[in-house]
């Protein structure tokens, strides 16, 4: 559906996407995942048609984008970053003029309606753009894009500046919207692109550090699962019976950390679930265990890792040898509920 | 392009600065009539001709067509139209048809007038028709410019005053041009070479003197050439801006 082929943007001087190659199946739900300023918007303003290539070659469903730029842009829904919102213009007249802009074969009302009860503004059509709240005008930047049932939908950052209700209600519509069309979409959080998307593809500096299927992509960053136990208790006492319990490979004392507690890194054998054997284990003792925490490195760290360092073929790096990289995350969770990792969760 | 120029068309009567911008013409030609008809002369193409001799044509078109381009930009709408599928160009033609209609709107009351007048004096109809048909082009012409300029920046405001330096430079350009004087005889190369310079400068700023060539349609002396003149710059800032709207997606 999407092809993108050693696509190149140059800014006068400044390099801003770096030969860019993927291609996007029908269908397929992907996200853009990167910081600020990694070339998401660029990229996506190039899909659409807003800016030129320097380098490259950019098709959708067949129509080069520079060639063929109209045939392309018709395939396409693009929901900036800012939705293009005249502010002086009511709701649904701002839809028919862009219905009029794009175009469309559709009878016009009904194709209007439809799209409206969608996205759900139909009770705000008669109010002027100036007037609506964040949630709404991007809620009608959607309905624009929408306009004309393009298969594929490009969003910039859809939930950026909205309230938790608010993301909610448009993950579930981007969701919706996923089964019948073609997605990308950009974020800079990865909640976001986890909850909604098959296929994450994380961007920075312009280049493509990593391109894969969700599910892989957590597999290949997640490490060996640890723990790390906070006890009130002697500390040479508690390290012998740690290691006693079913399932613990090694347990490593950590030194003391508050009042009379102490630290133990416990690494289970691979594929164990120790918590309830541990945290049973020093109820026996009857001793007083103040925390357990997962010292996984989450993808969210990897992510920040990754675009964090310095350059991209130390991300890159980053990827193979992640296992290495181990650090005590601020998951508590508490003992008593056996669940699964908080990221299972969501 | 219908789609386009209907929007904007709106959007000068959705604040009001369309209304204010008809208001303008409305007084300045009310005034012409007052002044002219009074001194008995019962043409009202001189009236259609007061409005660009006293230079107030060259501060209300820069308001009419500061926005233009200006503002999508600065708000971001440019996005939606330049990935919509349609031809930059079409886009363009909207816009300039949109503020030109709004122009040709303020002189609606010129038809009221020589209505009127018509009543009681015997009155020129082909002057008044070669009038209305020269301030068109004239403001045609100078709304072509101004979108060109519009489409340069961000910022209205600063369309607004680059837009009125160079409509008072096409203003004065006849005065300009009348400081010139071409010496007849030169004794060395270098005097010709200055002489085929102030040759040079001296035609330019005639081309530019807008008012002269709308004034050879009151004279009723008006050629085909005149047409032309006024369509050529027409056409001309209409690609302009087509290439400064294009050349933005490259930078």
């Known amino acids: 559906m999407i092809e993108v082929t050693g696509l190149s943007k140059r800014y006068g001087t400044f390099l801003a996407v770096k030969n860019v190659n993927f291609s996007i199946e029908k269908g397929e739900v992907v996200g853009f995942l990167g910081p600020n300023g990694a070339g998401k918007s660029t990229i996506m303003n190039i899909l659409t048609g807003y800016l030129s290539l320097t380098q490259g070659k950019v098709t959708i469903d067949g129509f080069d984008i520079a060639e063929n730029p109209e045939a392309a842009k018709k395939r396409i829904g693009y929901l900036p970053e800012l939705p293009p919102l005249y502010t002086d213009m009511k709701v649904r007249e701002y839809l028919n003029f862009i219905y009029d802009l794009k175009k469309v074969k559709f009878p016009k009302k009904p194709h209007i309606d439809e799209i409206m009860r969608l996205v759900n503004i139909n009770h ?48 579930n519509l981007i969701t919706r919207l996923g089964k019948n069309h073609t997605i990308i979409l950009s974020s800079h959080i990865l909640s976001e692109i986890q909850a909604v998307c098959d296929r994450i593809i994380i961007i920075n500096y312009g280049e493509i550090i990593a391109d894969d299927l969700q599910d892989n992509l957590s597999e290949k960053l997640s490490t060996e699962h640890s723990l790390v136990a906070r006890v009130i208790c002697d500390e040479r006492d508690m390290l012998a019976t740690l290691k006693t319990v079913k399932g613990v490979k090694d347990v490593v004392a950590l030194g003391k950390k508050e009042n009379g507690a102490y630290d133990f890194e416990i690494i289970p054998e691979e594929g164990a679930d120790v918590r309830a054997g541990v945290s049973g284990r020093i109820a026996d003792r009857k001793k007083q265990l103040l925390a357990l925490t997962s010292s996984r490195l989450t993808l969210e760290q990897v992510f920040l890792k990754l675009t964090q360092a310095s350059s991209n073929e130390e991300a890159r790096k980053m990827l193979g040898f992640v296992d290495d990289e181990k650090t005590t995350t601020s998951e508590d969770f508490i003992i008593e509920m056996p669940t699964e990792d908080k990221e299972g969760e969501e | ?73 600065r ?78 920046t961000e910022s209205p405001i600063i369309s607004i005053i680059f837009t009125l330096i160079v409509n008072l430079f096409i203003m004065f350009s006849g005065a300009f041009a009348s400081m010139i004087t071409i010496p007849t005889t030169t004794n060395n190369i270098f005097e010709t070479f200055g002489s085929w310079i102030l040759k040079l400068v001296s035609s330019f700023l005639n081309g530019m003197n807008f008012l002269a060539v709308l004034e050879s349609f009151g004279q009723q002396t008006f050629a085909i050439k005149d047409i032309v003149f006024f369509l050529s710059i027409v056409a001309a800032f209409i690609f302009l801006t087509e290439r400064s709207l294009e050349k933005r997606r490259w930078s």
């Open chain 1, 124 to 171: 705000v059509e008669n109010r002027l753009i100036r007037n609506l709240s964040k949630g709404y005008r991007q809620r009608v930047g959607f309905a624009q894009a929408l306009i004309g049932n393009p298969d594929v939908l490009i969003l910039d950052e859809p939930t950026v500046g909205l309230d938790p209700q608010q993301i909610i209600e448009i993950r």
């Open chain 2, 1 to 73: 392009m219908i789609a386009v120029f209907k929007r904007e068309f709106k959007s000068y009567f959705t604040n009001p600065l369309g209304f204010i911008i008809l208001a303008a013409f409305y007084f300045f030609l009310g005034l012409g009539f007052l002044f002219i008809f009074s001194d008995g002369n019962p043409n009202i193409g001189e009236t259609v001709f007061f409005t660009a001799q006293i230079g107030i044509l060259y501060f209300i078109i820069p308001v009419i067509t500061m926005r233009l381009f200006s503002d999508e930009r």
């Open chain 2, 75 to 152: 708000q971001k709408t440019d996005q939606a139209l330049f990935t919509a599928p349609v031809k930059l160009i079409n886009i363009v033609l909207g816009k300039f048809f949109a503020a030109f209609v709004l122009y040709a709107m303020g002189f609606i009351p010129t038809v009221i007038f020589q209505i009127i007048v018509s009543g009681y004096v015997a009155t020129n109809v082909f002057y008044y028709v070669y009038a209305l048909l020269g301030i068109m082009l004239f403001g045609a012409a100078l709304i072509a410019v101004g979108m060109f300029i519009s489409s340069l």
